[in-house]
């Protein structure tokens, strides 16, 4: 891991992740914590510039789009518990699941929208579970 890739796991830990999980709470009423594999991004600054955006961004955006109503907040506030993000190599690699209150999204950060799950796919998984 470099220098670049030690800052930007700076930036996430200590301002981007935190002003996320406080957006969930704005959106929803409850704060969601994220568990971040650093391992996964150690020495990938390309999928760790992209992290905020292809899972922290469309999180949000699905999230708005269920919370639109008390039922919605209130859904979201007791099933979501956590996020947990890791990167993963490839497509053929990629994960979307929500057991027991944990949404884990394994994406390809390095491949920009091509690795990545849309707002609508969190969404629907969202809604079939909570």
């Excluded at 996320?20 to 391992?39: A, L, T």
């Excluded at 949000?60 to 907040?73: F, H, Q, T, W, Y």
């Excluded at 990629?94 to 707002?119: I, N, P, Q, S, W």
Aim: net charge negative; glycine share 6%.
């Amino acid at each position: 891991m470099g220098l670049n890739e030690r800052r930007k796991i700076d930036e996430l830990k200590t301002t981007t992740l935190p002003a996320r999980s406080k957006e969930i709470e704005e959106i929803c009423g409850k704060s969601v914590p994220y568990e971040v594999d650093w391992d996964s991004l150690a020495s990938d600054l390309e999928g760790l510039n992209f992290l905020d955006n292809l899972s922290c961004h469309r999180l949000n955006m699905a999230l708005r789009s269920i919370c639109v109503d008390e039922a919605g907040k209130q859904a979201v506030r007791d099933g979501l518990k956590s996020v947990k993000l890791k990167n993963v190599p490839d497509k053929a690699a990629m994960r979307l699941a929500f057991d027991a209150g944990v949404l884990e999204m394994h994406c390809a950060y390095a491949k920009r929208t091509d690795g990545m799950f849309g707002d609508g796919e969190i969404r629907m998984l969202l809604i079939d579970k909570l």
